[in-house]
């Protein structure tokens, strides 16, 4: 079952190896499925030597841009972020795996659009290969990101199929009622 026919009901996707089951192409090359989990993509790519405190640093304009205006990353239709660092070999390398409510060419134009309107620069400047001109070359960091992601394989919804949307509109109708309740007593 697809879509949000039942979002109550636990689902599980395998993917193939090539990231999606049929090729379909959109502006910036293959589109990805929407999963249990919505869409998302995952990077691994090598740190630039010498980075990984400016990485460690750039998380924490990452929390203090949020806790200062919450919405800051709105655009971008998130439902969540992971950056992890680790070793391999003797380089250090960093991934990145987002899950959000739109497809991969909408968020690469809408992580764009939001660097440039807020003058936050991207972590990616950070690692080996991220284009210098990413500002005014959209198909280079587009092809970085391609040439970087690392297709999952197995997707999992405990809440298939659901936008953040949604789920803040069910917290907040549950807040409501947890208010009226608490009125009634």
């Avoid at 690469?108 to 290969?129: K, R, W």
């Avoid at 040439?147 to 197995?154: A, D, G, K, R």
């Amino acid at each position: 079952m697809t879509g949000t026919e039942n979002f109550l009901t636990p689902a599980a996707l395998a993917i193939p190896r090539e990231g999606y089951f049929e090729r379909i192409e959109g502006p910036y090359g293959p589109l990805f499925p929407k999963t249990p989990a919505n869409y998302g993509f995952s990077i691994l790519a090598k740190v630039l030597p010498g980075r990984e405190q400016v990485i460690r640093d750039y998380a924490k304009t990452i929390e203090a841009a949020v806790r200062e205006t919450p919405g800051v990353l709105a655009p971008l239709k998130l439902h969540y972020l992971r950056w992890i660092m680790f070793p391999i070999g003797d380089d250090l390398y960093f991934m990145y795996q987002g899950i959000f409510d739109t497809d991969f060419d909408k968020y690469m134009d809408d992580a764009l659009m939001l660097f440039l309107s807020t003058g936050i620069t991207t972590v990616f400047v950070n690692l080996e290969g991220f284009p210098e001109d990413w500002k005014d070359n959209l198909p280079a960091v587009v092809r970085f990101f391609r040439e970087h992601q690392v297709p999952s394989f197995l997707e999992y919804g405990e809440y298939p199929y659901v936008s953040a949307d949604e789920i803040k509109k069910a917290l907040r109708l549950k807040a409501s009622l947890t208010d009226a309740l608490d009125q009634l007593q």
